[in-house]
């Protein structure tokens, strides 16, 4: 893929941008290790003053900033500015907790270990390379590069090919805020060239959003390098309705969890789980709900989706759309692609899936729902769980007991109990199965990226 900057709503190219060589993807490894050896000397309160001013330095960038992901990757201008607001935000709160969640523990009775006093460190690993998607160019690099700053690790983002401008915003904003140079730089390469940086003895650790293909590609190379990693990959998030919810709420929970972002985060509700007794009743409304969705110009006021962010991304969509169609689902709404320019594809409710279909077990990324009947809570569960991923979920329930059944036995990082799934600086963010190892954001977050050392004091 081309390193280029290409309008989603139009198919016109923006910029293209020249990958850097050799010479120069060496010499940013250089700095940001340079960097590392004057960072780790550091203080919270020096690094907490830095990230301040890099926080204020995006906030009052918003404009821009959101018109530049809107126009790379197309979604709602208003979903963009929102980004960097959240981005700030989540830069501040690890600036003023980043020494709280690094404070490490001491023993109670030292004794146990034969020591006059014992207790625990969290010190930077160094080097981190952050491989990033596009779909949310801003904060998914600040939810890494935030904490990993604070701890005292740099960072060199590789970011998505097609968000180029994103990635040379990013190359400069610590720095902006005060960071030593080369504390945070982009590398303009292609993916075929993480290997190399990964290898590189300076680099000590990774970190990938992304595809699945994406993740095993990085990790294998990690772990053969003996390389800490985390992997935030996708997911096929079960939405479940019971007959006790509210259902008009969930309704409109619903088209919002599955259609922000233009479909495309991996937390969006993807699969819609709903039990016999309020099925049609749900397939109504929530077709009546999408089908009323304003789809058109990402950059005008009004526009609830924009079109996909890649000619292949549609691509792929249109065939997973088509090949459930072809297997005997329905399209309740939606299901053609739009005639005219730009990756257009309209919000979509399916019903009637069998296992057979590649929806069943593939990620739709993009504004395509698929809609399941559950005759119980157990089949609801059995349904949800029969998936490789495992990163978020929603529960829609008033039932005390089946709520807390639920809770307990959705297999995913995350459940959301009468509301849609969100990220927050707050709160732990992570799969498991295929949907990925490690977390970010919270406490763990900052962590993550750590020597947790261990100290004995005879
Ligand atoms: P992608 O193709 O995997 O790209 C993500 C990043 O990985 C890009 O920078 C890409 O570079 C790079 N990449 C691709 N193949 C690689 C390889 N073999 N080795 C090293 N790097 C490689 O994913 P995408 O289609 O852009 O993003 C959508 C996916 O990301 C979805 O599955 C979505 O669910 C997931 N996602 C997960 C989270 C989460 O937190 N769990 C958040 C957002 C998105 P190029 O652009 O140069 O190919």
Redesign the pocket.
């Known amino acids: ?1 081309p ?1 280029a900057s290409i309008n989603p709503a139009t198919g016109e190219t923006i910029a293209r941008f020249e990958e850097h060589d050799d010479a120069e993807i060496d010499a940013r490894i250089a700095a940001a290790a340079a960097a590392h050896r004057t960072l780790r000397g550091t203080g919270f309160a020096q690094r907490r003053e830095w990230m301040h001013a890099a926080a204020d330095v995006l906030d009052a960038d918003v404009d821009t900033a959101a018109e530049m992901i809107t126009a790379e990757m197309g979604k709602p201008l208003a979903q963009a500015r929102a980004e960097v607001a959240k981005s700030a935000k989540a830069m501040r709160f690890y600036a003023d907790r980043a020494e709280e969640f690094l404070s490490g523990w001491t023993l109670d009775d030292p004794s146990a270990v034969g020591a006059s006093r014992a207790h625990t460190v969290y010190q930077p690993l160094g080097v981190v390379l952050a ?6 160019p801003i904060w ?1 690099v600040i939810r890494f590069a935030a904490p990993a700053l604070m701890a005292g690790n740099t960072g060199l983002l ?6 180029p401008q994103a990635a040379l915003y990013l190359d400069t904003l610590f720095e902006r805020g005060g960071f030593p140079e080369g504390s945070f730089r982009s590398l303009l ?4 060239k ?2 190399g940086v ?1 290898r590189d003895p300076r680099v000590v650790a990774a970190t ?11 990790a294998a ?1 990690a772990g053969s390098e003996v390389k800490h990693v985390v ?5 096929s998030d079960p939405f479940l309705v019971m007959p006790s919810a509210d259902l008009d709420r969930a309704v409109a929970t619903a088209v919002t969890s599955r259609t922000t972002n233009n479909g ?5 509700a993807k699969r819609f789980i709903v039990h016999a007794d309020v099925h049609d009743a749900f397939v109504e409304k929530f077709a009546a709900a999408m089908s009323a969705l304003r789809v058109g110009d990402p950059m005008a006021d009004g526009t609830d989706i924009g079109p996909l ?2 000619r292949s ?1 549609r691509e792929d969509l249109i065939e997973l759309v088509d090949d459930a169609v072809a297997g005997g689902a329905t399209a309740v709404v939606g299901g053609s692609v739009p005639d005219g320019d730009g990756w257009f594809y309209p919000p979509t409710v399916l019903t009637g899936l069998t296992p057979q279909m590649r929806l069943y077990r593939e ?1 739709a ?1 993009g504004p395509v729902a698929s809609v399941y009947r559950a005759a119980d809570a157990e089949d609801a569960l059995r349904i949800a769980n029969d998936t490789t991923f495992g ?1 978020s979920s929603a529960v829609w329930t008033e039932d005390a007991d089946e709520e807390e059944r639920l809770v307990a036995g959705l297999d995913a990082g995350a459940v959301f109990v009468n509301g849609m799934s969100i ?1 927050y600086p707050e709160l732990p ?3 498991i199965k295929d ?2 190892v490690g977390r ?1 954001l919270s406490a763990e977050g900052i962590r993550e990226f750590c020597n947790l050392k261990s100290v004995w004091k005879a």
């Open positions: 893929m390193i491989v990033m998607p596009w779909n949310y998914q590789k970011h998505a090919s097609n968000v390469i292609p993916a075929a993480v290997e990964l990938l959003t992304g595809s699945e293909p994406a993740g095993r590609s990085v190379i992997l935030e990959l996708g997911g495309q985060a991996c937390i969006n962010a890649t991304g990620e990324f990163l990220s963010f992570g799969g949907s990925g970010e």
